[in-house]
């Protein structure tokens, strides 16, 4: 494995610094080669930026302008800008998205009660039907089924025939052989 290379030596500007300044070659800040007056001066890049060094051919324009670094800046801040509101809308997103996955298991909670609740009245109304036709027929005759039961038995006291059937009737159809008095 070889040794890292490092990067080469910035220099600063001697017109502003002076020319003790741009000799100055150890590792600056970071590691990075250059001095501390590099990073204050504004010279201080820790690699080629190509939007400062658009359309600059040689070293001396190499650092940029205040205007150019003014421009910059406003790009920088237009960028956060949007980020911040591309985080919000993603954040209103975010919250609309999961208002929405709990009103929709509210809703589910919902329709498996009503579903429950159907399912309980539906069983309820088969009771009560079949309640009701038990009580229909308790009272129909037991032979016809289709007149109400009238007639009184003798001797067993039973009231099953309607007064149609008791006519033809020769013995209780609950007692089983037993013979009806008249």
Known sequence: MTPPQQPPSLKSEPRVLGSSASTYNSLGLNGVPGSIWDFVSGSFSPSPSPILNAGSASSASAS????????????????????????????????????????AKEAKERALAADSARQLALQKKEEVEAQVIFQLRAKQCVVCREQSRGAVLQPCQHRVLCESCVANAPECPYCEGQPLQW
């Open 64 to 103: 940029p302008s205040c205007a150019e670094l003014a421009r910059v800046r406003r790009q920088l801040e237009e960028a956060k800008r949007k980020i911040r509101q591309w985080e919000e809308s993603w954040q209103q997103v975010k919250q609309a998205c999961d208002a929405w996955q709990r009103e």
